[in-house]
């Protein structure tokens, strides 16, 4: 399947290439990813990592997220970690605690507490009332600053089931100005197939009362390879959704990985698409949104040429983290909540999973970091690496030789290797000054990028991970 020219500027969609060099590889949010991080950091070395930034000085904006792992339903594809209960006072318990962490937090960064950035994600975090909600950013308020609406960048997500119109509006005065919508397909039988029932009608209404509340940004997410799907349906999900407008749509490719993920087992394998149909699907995707004027920025994620992600892409400074692409590339991230996972100078740190355990930790007066990773030399310079090629699809061999101490030809010899076989394929070039990603390799990234990955080298977890494509 060809896609059109406008694509072609700036993905190109290969098909026999794709099935040549598919495998399965790390999404890269993080790097060393999180299967790597260890429990031999805990909650004494997140300490340690802030006390650096305050004796460094001259301290950064934040990002700030907070998980809410509650869903009513369970939506049969999801890998999150999520709680799934109707009983509603199990949410009051887990505010309690979650307010509690969050005012840890805001003492441990008085001073430096400074936030342009937060995202609320899940579970559901509309599965909180309204009244919850108003409070839970009020306590945010008085223990972190948040930068005034036009400077800082507030999302939440939205189970479109979950809320009416006017709770946009009230979502919309209690801070947020970037709204993310989960659709994933607007075919009734995929729906149904996924136990994610939710009408077309319930899910417009909701993107036009986000336009008139004036939020800033609407974001629409969308799976293909899901059960039932086919190039048909899924054509006709897309006319919907490019009909509707949104300023960014990402479209994830479904990891279907039954033997990690409990749900997914009730998934039926005979009403799974095949491969083909799967890169069928992924090349309409890409043809369809490059007709309608969307730009790709990589790694699922599509914008408008206006949007935010889309210039700062343009300006150099896009970022990757935990929640995908971010404009705030030089935010420490501080989570809050059940398994969420930070970033903090040279560190990452995650928290416990479970509830009980959640509780317990801060039951103790102790924040509830259970694992994580302190960044050796080398693991920042692949990390920078890692991430120039994700965000920008190029890097420069001088600016990195710059910003650390290694002669580039010499440390990464048997990538360079590695990377012409690649080039080979047609994946990119590789010059003496610069690597550059060909548009057929903009697809391909996380095969790039696993070159540079030194755990994939010495201990190989591939099994976990879903396909590159």
């Known amino acids: 399947m060809n896609v059109s020219a406008a694509a072609v500027r700036t993905v190109e969609f290969d098909g026999a290439l794709i099935r040549k060099l598919n495998q399965s590889g790390p999404r890269y949010t993080s790097y060393p990813t999180a299967d790597r991080f260890s429990e031999s950091f805990g909650y004494r070395d997140y300490l340690q990592a802030v006390a650096g930034l305050r004796t460094r000085g001259?301290?950064?904006?934040?990002?700030?997220?907070?998980?809410?792992?509650?869903?009513?339903?369970?939506?049969?594809?999801?890998?999150?970690?999520?709680?799934?209960?109707?009983?509603?006072?199990?949410?009051?318990?887990?505010?309690s605690y979650l307010k509690r962490e969050?005012?840890?937090?805001?003492?441990?960064?008085?001073?430096?507490?400074?936030?342009?950035?937060?995202?609320?994600?899940g579970g559901t975090p509309?599965?909180?009332?309204?009244?919850?909600?108003?409070?839970?950013?009020?306590?945010?308020?008085?223990?972190?600053?948040l930068a005034p609406d036009a400077d800082g960048e507030y999302s939440i997500e939205i189970d479109p089931r979950t809320v009416t119109p006017e709770r946009v509006?009230?979502?919309?005065?209690?801070?947020?100005?970037?709204?993310?919508?989960?659709?994933?397909?607007?075919?009734?039988?995929?729906?149904?197939?996924?136990?994610?029932?939710?009408?077309?009608?319930?899910?417009?209404?909701?993107?036009?009362?986000?336009?008139?509340?004036?939020?800033?940004?609407?974001?629409?997410?969308?799976i293909y390879g899901l059960p039932k799907q086919?190039?048909?349906?899924?054509?006709?999900?897309?006319?919907?959704?490019?009909?509707?407008?949104?300023d960014r749509i990402a479209i994830y490719n479904y990891a279907h990985l039954p033997h990690l993920f409990k749900a997914q087992r009730r998934i039926l394998d005979e009403d799974m698409p095949s491969a083909d149909a799967r890169l069928d699907m992924l090349a309409l995707c890409i043809r369809r949104l490059a007709d309608a004027g969307y730009t790709y920025i990589g790694m699922d994620h599509f914008a408008r040429p206006g949007d935010d992600l889309a210039v700062a892409q343009q300006?150099?400074?896009?970022?990757?983290?935990?929640?995908?692409?971010?404009?705030?590339?030089?935010?420490d991230l501080v989570a809050c909540g059940v398994s969420a996972i930070g970033s903090v100078g040279a560190t990452y740190s995650q928290n416990v999973k479970t509830l009980d355990a959640y509780y317990d930790a801060l039951d103790k007066n102790e924040l509830p970091v259970v694992r994580g990773a302190r960044l050796s030399m080398d693991d920042a310079l692949r990390r920078t690496i890692i991430q120039t090629l994700m965000c920008n699809f190029e890097l420069s061999v001088q600016a990195i030789e710059q910003a650390y101490p290694i002669d580039f030809g010499g440390y990464f010899g048997p990538e360079l290797a590695r990377l012409k076989a690649l080039a080979g394929d047609g994946l990119l070039t590789v010059g003496a000054d610069w690597l550059t990603v060909t548009p057929k390799g903009r697809l391909l990234i996380r095969n790039i990028c696993m070159v540079f990955d030194r755990y994939l080298t010495s201990a190989p977890q591939i099994a976990r991970y879903s396909k590159t494509i």
């Not at 969050?102 to 001073?111: D, K, S, V």
């Not at 509309?126 to 600053?145: A, N, P």
């Not at 397909?185 to 009362?209: G, K």
């Open 169 to 222: 509006h009230s979502l919309r005065r209690q801070g947020f100005n970037r709204v993310s919508l989960g659709v994933q397909d607007f075919d009734p039988d995929v729906q149904r197939a996924v136990n994610r029932v939710q009408p077309e009608e319930e899910t417009r209404a909701i993107i036009d009362a986000a336009r008139s509340a004036g939020f800033r940004s609407v974001s629409i997410d969308l």
């Open 102 to 121: 969050i005012e840890m937090q805001g003492r441990l960064f008085a001073g430096m507490n400074h936030v342009e950035q937060l995202h609320l994600g």
């Open 58 to 95: 001259a301290a950064k904006p934040l990002s700030l997220y907070l998980h809410i792992p509650f869903c009513d339903t369970v939506c049969y594809y999801c890998a999150c970690n999520k709680v799934v209960t109707r009983k509603r006072d199990k949410a009051v318990t887990y505010l």
């Open 315 to 331: 300006q150099g400074r896009l970022h990757r983290n935990f929640q995908g692409y971010s404009t705030h590339a030089e935010a």
């Open 230 to 246: 086919n190039v048909i349906s899924m054509a006709q999900t897309l006319a919907k959704v490019i009909a509707a407008n949104p």
């Open 126 to 145: 509309t599965y909180l009332s309204d009244e919850q909600m108003g409070d839970l950013m009020q306590h945010v308020r008085h223990w972190f600053q």
